[in-house]
């Protein structure tokens, strides 16, 4: 099996492939340090650098096309019957990619918010396209916490598959225990799913579509991890002592809020007076990250570890989205966090690339190029 990486970054949708023994022919990013990476990582050879404008009729026919594509709003100007228009857009480029090379398969991921903005209308426009070129679209949302990382990390994935009949697919998938026996039975016949201009204002945590139609539903969530890990547990003993702000954050506290307590797991022990602005807070270790991202203040916030106040280090940011501690060692410092903030955990995407490709007969789990994931 092949597979395309686009908005490749450091290559979380890579490690993925690598440890599922399927090969990534093509990847393409335009960040000039995510591609360094990649490239130091991975080799030169099937990595091509640039605006992925530039490569469209240039992509290598393959089964499976992933990426997690950068969210950019839709224009209204051409809005049709509550749906936007997608052109001009990176969206576009993939459905663009898609019509052109048809691949079996394709494992999308974005954030959360993805389902509920502009009232529904950028995700109702993202199915309408997907489902529209042949493809049954399933979306699920799913948590980096759910897969052995210590980290609240709440984020899309858009699969879909080329020749699947809904009924067939979600006969054998094992979503369908998670709908109750209603919905099993709607989900199953897509004459009672709804038209995708009909959308409400926000799309459920799961859903499917095909050809403009859709059904959606507030599944459970689930857990594949064997046990949950804290912060606590991927901490480094002794960094060095730049990255310790002890005094200074004594001096803040002065002007903090006690919390003391616990927010989607993530232990917050002071807020700044005024509000709980997110970069003002101070962690404990006893619980999970918040969203690691690529915004540089979010890199300076302060944890207490021990008896003392130190922000993490990017050994810690690579262990908390579940990439090897060295895997940007390539990079500058402070270039590391920003490009581990925007990767997907490749754990996560593992999971949503097995379970699409899983009806194929191939026996992944016993690919000689099965790699144990960090
Ligand atoms: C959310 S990140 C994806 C990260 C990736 N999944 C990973 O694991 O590191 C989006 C990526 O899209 C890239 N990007 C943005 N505009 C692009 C364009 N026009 N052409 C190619 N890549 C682009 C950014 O540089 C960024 O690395």
Redesign the pocket.
Known sequence: MKAIE????????RIACDSLGIETVWA????PA?AKVYQQRFGEENYHF????DYLDNIPDHDLLT????CQPFSSAGRKLGLEDARGT?FEKIVHILEQKKPKYFVL?NVKRLLSMDNGKHFATILDALSGIGYLVEWRLLNAVNFGLPQYRERVVIVGRRDHSPKSYLCTSSDISELTPHQAAIASNTDHWKSIEDHGSKFHPWGVALNGRFFHAKIEGFSEAEKSVKLKDVLEERPDCSFYFTEDTLERIKNSEEVNRFYNGVEILYNQKGGARMGYSIFGVEGVAPTLTCTTSRHYERYKIGGEFRRLTAIEYARIQGFPDDHCASARLYTQYP?YG???PPALVRWAIKRTISNTGTNFESSSAQMELV
């Open positions: 686009l908005f490749s970054g450091i290559g979380g949708f393409n990013d335009i960040s995510a640039g605006d992925i404008a990426g997690g594509f950068p990176l991921e490009l925007n990767a997907v």
